[in-house]
């Protein structure tokens, strides 16, 4: 008998502790005030985003857009900071992690090297109110362990 257990590491948040409050308001509203980082959320505006509530937007996001609803995330975090780098994983106990791995230098994508956890700390903090309405502090991001699949095979 043996014990199965996945360990990620890597620099970033606890998702859950935000994914509930994303709102589509917040986000039309980040986009208005700022409209040349329009297309990194065009992933998250549907063509009828004024008429539609809340709960509608959640539906379209986990249906109708056909997209996995973290990785959409990581997409728009990787686009944003220009690098290929960042990662969305659950653990055992069901919460999401988005965070960026260690890369060793010479499997490290283009740009890797110039990201500092400043600037990660910069663009969760400027990003995540984007989509809450709800100010983030960089004291929210750090060093995590994601463990998952603990069981005895």
């Not at 043996?2 to 986009?31: M, P």
């Not at 709960?55 to 686009?79: N, P, R, T």
Request: hydrophobic share 40%; charged share 25%; aromatic share 20%.
């Amino acid at each position: 008998m043996s014990y199965h257990t996945f360990i990620d590491y890597g620099y970033g948040i606890n998702f859950s502790k935000v994914a509930s409050f994303i709102e589509l308001e917040e986000i039309l509203a980040f986009v208005e005030e700022h409209p040349d980082e329009k297309h990194f959320f065009e992933r998250f505006i549907p063509e009828d985003a004024e008429n539609m509530t809340n709960e509608d937007w959640i539906d379209w996001m986990a249906s109708g857009c056909d997209c996995d609803f973290y990785e959409e995330f990581v997409e728009f975090f990787d686009e944003v900071c220009g690098v290929k780098a960042f990662r969305a994983q659950d653990d055992y106990s069901g919460d999401w992690f988005l965070f960026i791995e260690p890369f060793y230098p010479w499997s490290a994508p283009t740009g890797y090297s110039e990201l500092t956890t400043e600037k990660i700390d910069q663009m969760f903090t400027k990003y995540i109110p984007a989509f809450t309405g709800i100010p983030f502090s960089a004291d929210e991001v750090g060093y995590i362990e994601v463990t998952k699949n603990n069981e005895w095979l």
